[in-house]
């Protein structure tokens, strides 16, 4: 009977101390959106960040979080401190604040990194007798934002490097800094896309697969088996995986379907539709996005999705929402040319990855719930020009269109 009074006064204090958290820091929407510039965020996605911050608090009385006390949680979950929250299963990957932060955070962290850091890794970050360089990824300790913030605040015992002594909102200053420090210092590609130099053949397409560095098809490669021959991660050491950036898009769709495509040290993703975008596979850090305004009234069934991308020579190839298909040169993300597929008047989206067979981009279509007869259509690869078309539903006079009968 003890045992039971106990356990519900305990269910009962943790689900207080949450009601109170979350009454707590949703005082007042209006408010928060004022303080982190958000008037263009709808209320339900404020409310969700709201929700998150409470199951975290949740969390944390029922003895999780270990990586943060109270009085942090508290510190970081309050609207001036800058950070965001997104839902997502560790507090590592939940807690985003380099990349949205402002210039004035910045600024006062760069200020700090002078007074407090230079000494021991030099002025630029480039490292000195005293401590390590930090214009590059891969830190030892890892690259996320909560990664560095612990190495500030707890220093490495047993190394020179002391804990910083901040409060947590100017530890994540000098966080952002770091980062900045990162990410401008990328030897490999920097922001502008100037670095990007793709040439992706026929011959690679065939044997893709085949190398492990690169994702260069759908699927991998065009067996389809969609496995990758990389044998370092094993079940062994699966766990000891650390994040090592985080890109977050702007979006309101929920889900991410897509399959990047990963080769020349570049990532390129079909974001939530119609969004394309390439990045630094080092620094996550954004060489070019293709953004694409499409009609409010598209025949969609289920939601703004796409599959993936197809690549070939130096473009990048997008089956576009509103049945176009589009080549972008994949060094810069500009418009090479754009073909309409199918209309969408007339129930038709496209929603698959295309794929490149020699210099032919092939291409289906979605629309099933509208209707559509559905086909797959292939263009040429430089020119965009039609090159066949095959309907999947054989029509009059065709082999097996008396088995379609009516509007079957
Ligand atoms: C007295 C010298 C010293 C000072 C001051 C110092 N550091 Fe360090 N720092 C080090 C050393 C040494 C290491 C390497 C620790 C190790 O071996 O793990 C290090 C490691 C780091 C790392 C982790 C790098 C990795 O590869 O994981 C970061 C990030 C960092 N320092 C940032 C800072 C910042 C920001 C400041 C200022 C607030 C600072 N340090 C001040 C000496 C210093």
Redesign the pocket.
């Known amino acids: 009977m003890k045992i039971k009074k106990l356990a519900f006064v305990t269910s009962a204090a943790v689900i207080l101390i949450g009601t109170v958290c979350a009454a707590a820091l949703s005082w007042h929407p209006i408010h928060w959106k004022s303080v982190v510039g958000l008037e263009s965020v709808s209320n339900e996605k404020i409310w969700q960040s709201f929700s998150w911050r409470a199951q975290l608090c949740l969390q944390k009385a029922k003895g999780g979080v270990p990586e943060l006390s109270w009085t942090e949680l508290w510190e970081l979950m309050r609207p001036e401190s800058g950070v965001h929250w997104i839902e997502g299963r560790s507090v590592e990957g939940s807690l985003v604040y380099s990349s949205t932060a402002s210039a004035g955070d910045r600024a006062a962290g760069a200020c700090?990194?002078r007074k407090?850091?230079?000494?021991?890794?030099g002025n630029d970050?480039s490292g000195?007798l005293?401590?390590?360089s930090?214009n590059?990824s891969?830190?030892?300790?890892?690259?996320s934002d909560l990664?560095?913030y612990k190495?500030?605040r707890d220093?490495?015992p047993?190394?020179?490097?002391?804990s910083?002594a901040?409060p947590p909102r100017e530890?994540m200053q000098?966080?952002a800094?770091?980062r900045t420090l990162q990410v401008n210092s990328s030897k490999d590609l920097k922001a502008g896309g100037s670095r990007l130099a793709l040439r992706v053949s026929s011959e690679r397409l065939q044997a893709a697969g085949t190398n492990p560095d690169e994702w260069l098809t759908y699927s991998g490669s065009y067996n389809g088996w969609r496995h990758s021959s990389l044998t370092e991660i094993t079940p062994a050491n699966v766990a000891q995986l650390r994040i090592r950036w985080i890109k977050q898009f702007d979006t309101n769709d929920p889900v991410i379907e897509g399959t990047p495509l990963v080769t020349g040290g570049a990532i390129f993703m079909a974001a939530p539709a119609p969004h394309v975008v390439a990045l630094d596979a080092k620094t996550g850090g954004v060489i070019w996005e293709y953004e694409r305004s499409i009609p409010a009234d598209l025949p969609l069934c289920c939601g703004r999705n796409n599959r993936g991308l197809a690549v070939h020579g130096s473009t990048v190839f997008l089956g576009s929402l509103d049945g176009y298909l589009v080549a972008l040169n994949a060094n810069d993300g500009k418009v090479i040319w754009q073909t309409l597929v199918a209309s969408p008047s007339d129930g038709y989206s496209i929603t698959g990855a295309p794929l490149v067979v020699d210099h032919s981009v092939v291409v289906g279509v979605a629309g099933g719930e509208f209707g559509i007869r559905g086909f797959l259509a292939a263009y040429d690869v430089s020119t965009g020009q039609r090159q066949w078309k095959f309907q999947t539903i054989p029509g009059p006079g065709e082999a097996g269109h008396e088995t379609w009968e009516s509007d079957a």
């Open positions: 700090t990194f407090r850091c230079t000494g021991c890794h970050g000195g005293h401590g390590p930090l590059r891969g830190y030892k300790h890892g690259d990664a560095i190495v500030l220093g490495v047993g190394t020179a490097m002391p910083a901040l530890l000098v966080v800094h770091v």
